[in-house]
């Protein structure tokens, strides 16, 4: 069974840069699918972030691209998000998923991290 | 950019009715569409992709409809365990342009 689950701070000062990494169960990164980072505002919807494939080849959210890296580590199975210059509009529940191709649908879902912008 | 819009935003329904969610896109994207349930403090979950098709372990009662620009989830009777919101997904592969939809919350009337 296929397993996501999110690590990283869960308070970040404004300015600075938010990192949150993703590891992979049940299913080797490196033999396929896209991978994705998903987040949501606190009783709001959901924004796609953006995705990479296992070769690194990545695509972003153009309304965050300026601020957004994605990487991959397939030695450990995980893949990474790194949101600059933040502020409290990035306050959010972050997501990391799988896709079936570079723009979803998303079938498997980490169960979430609740990332807080304040000093 | 396309635009994804759902109606209603809430919806308040009683078990073994019959729910219809709606989600329109502001130009054409084909089949490419997901619909998602997400209960409070979970993560979403995948139903329906390609407009149409049932992903794997979903119950029969949900069902989606429609391709172009409107689109329809339907539930054909509705159990206490689908109280949640529900969200549409453009996935728009030649542009990368990902949008959801605002959400459709399904409550108990």
């Known amino acids: 069974q296929v397993q996501l689950q999110e690590s990283g701070p869960g308070l970040v000062k404004p300015s600075e840069t938010l990192s949150l990494t993703c590891t992979v169960s049940?299913?080797?990164?490196?033999?396929?699918?896209?991978w994705g980072w998903i987040r949501q505002p606190p009783g709001k919807g959901l924004e796609w972030i953006g995705s990479?494939?296992?070769?690194?080849?990545?695509y972003y959210n153009p309304s965050l691209k300026s601020r957004v890296t994605i990487s991959v580590d397939t030695s450990k199975n995980q893949f990474s998000l790194k949101l600059s210059s933040v502020t409290a509009a990035d306050t959010a529940v972050y997501y990391c998923?799988?896709?079936?191709?570079?723009?979803?649908?998303?079938?498997?879902w980490g169960q979430g991290t609740l990332v807080t912008v304040s000093s | 950019d396309i635009q994804m819009t759902q109606s209603p935003s809430t919806l308040s329904a009683s078990v073994g009715d019959r729910v219809t969610i709606t989600c329109r896109a502001s130009?054409?994207?084909?089949?490419?569409l997901a619909w998602y349930q997400q209960k409070p403090g979970k993560a979403p979950k995948l139903l329906i992709y390609?407009?149409?098709s049932l992903e794997s372990g979903v119950p029969s009662r949900f069902s989606g409809s429609g391709s172009g620009t409107e689109f329809t989830l339907t539930i054909s009777s509705l159990q206490p365990d689908d109280f949640a919101t529900y969200y549409c997904?453009?996935?728009?592969?030649?542009?990368?342009?990902?949008?959801f939809g605002q959400g459709t919350k399904v409550e108990i009337k």
């Open positions: 998923a799988r896709a079936t191709a570079v723009a979803g649908p998303f079938d498997y």
């Open positions: 049940g299913y080797s990164i490196s033999s396929g699918y896209y």
């Open positions: 990479i494939y296992h070769s690194g080849s990545t």
């Open positions: 130009q054409s994207i084909s089949s490419w």
């Open positions: 390609k407009a149409s």
């Open positions: 997904q453009q996935y728009n592969s030649y542009s990368v342009d990902v949008r």
